[in-house]
């Protein structure tokens, strides 16, 4: 009885021993986990990429968005505004009506004193900014601030029929790559326009 016990506890051990994975079973596991961490990982990278192509497609946005509404706050308060093609220069006039007596003849006469002068310009591919009041109309001087990089184009003319609307059309292009591409166009309307008739005050 006892010796039986013992054949069947040794059957019964050896029956587990055999119970294992096959060396065909462990290739075929392997070779399952392989893929679906091949396709893990494909999806991270993919998710990776697009999350931050979205983060550079908004970030320039951002950047034209913001440079476009610091030139219209400072167009919309201006008297006048120049676009020099050559350049690539927009020039904005800010400038005071002041009634004065000439003296010589007693007439009324309308003068325009200077108060601001700004110049925005594009140098390369940088946009800047430049307050020019103290006399300093160098573009390369100091004084300048970098609005943003990367532009492709910026434009700001007056409209041909009305001079106090200004076209202001500013494209940016990030690196230069085709999937970085922003546009951002508005038309500005001088506020505080001059009637005209006045000359400056030397």
């Given at each position: 009885?006892?010796?039986?016990?013992?054949?069947?506890?040794?059957?019964?051990s050896q029956?587990?021993?055999t119970?294992g994975?096959s060396?065909?079973?462990m290739?075929?596991a392997v070779?399952?986990s392989?893929?679906v961490?091949?396709?893990l990982?494909?999806l991270?990278g993919?998710?990776?990429?697009?999350?931050s192509q979205?983060?550079?497609?908004?970030a320039i946005q951002n950047?034209a968005?913001?440079?476009v509404?610091?030139?219209v706050?400072?167009?919309?308060e201006?008297?006048h505004?120049t676009?020099?093609?050559?350049?690539?220069?927009?020039?904005?006039?800010?400038d005071?009506?002041?009634?004065?007596t000439d003296?010589?003849t007693?007439a009324?006469v309308?003068?325009?004193?200077?108060k601001?002068?700004?110049?925005?310009?594009?140098s390369?591919?940088?946009?800047?900014?430049?307050n020019?009041?103290?006399?300093d109309t160098?573009l390369?001087?100091?004084?300048?601030?970098?609005l943003c990089?990367?532009?492709?184009?910026?434009?700001?003319?007056?409209?041909?029929?009305d001079?106090?609307?200004?076209?202001i059309?500013?494209k940016?292009?990030?690196?230069?790559?085709?999937?970085?591409?922003?546009?951002?166009?508005q038309?500005?309307?001088i506020?505080?326009?001059c009637?005209g008739?006045g000359?400056?005050?030397?």
């Amino acid at each position: 009885m006892y010796q039986e016990c013992e054949t069947e506890r040794g059957y019964s051990s050896q029956k587990g021993f055999t119970e294992g994975f096959s060396l065909v079973e462990m290739l075929i596991a392997v070779a399952v986990s392989a893929v679906v961490m091949t396709a893990l990982l494909a999806l991270l990278g993919y998710t990776m990429r697009s999350t931050s192509q979205t983060q550079a497609r908004v970030a320039i946005q951002n950047e034209a968005k913001d440079a476009v509404n610091h030139m219209v706050s400072h167009t919309i308060e201006g008297n006048h505004v120049t676009w020099k093609d050559s350049q690539n220069l927009m020039v904005i006039e800010s400038d005071e009506e002041v009634d004065e007596t000439d003296m010589s003849t007693g007439a009324i006469v309308t003068k325009l004193k200077k108060k601001e002068i700004y110049y925005y310009y594009l140098s390369g591919n940088n946009l800047y900014f430049k307050n020019v009041s103290d006399g300093d109309t160098s573009l390369t001087a100091d004084k300048k601030h970098l609005l943003c990089e990367d532009v492709e184009s910026f434009s700001a003319k007056p409209d041909d029929a009305d001079e106090s609307t200004i076209h202001i059309e500013l494209k940016l292009n990030k690196d230069m790559a085709s999937e970085y591409v922003f546009e951002c166009k508005q038309d500005v309307h001088i506020r505080n326009k001059c009637k005209g008739g006045g000359v400056h005050d030397s």
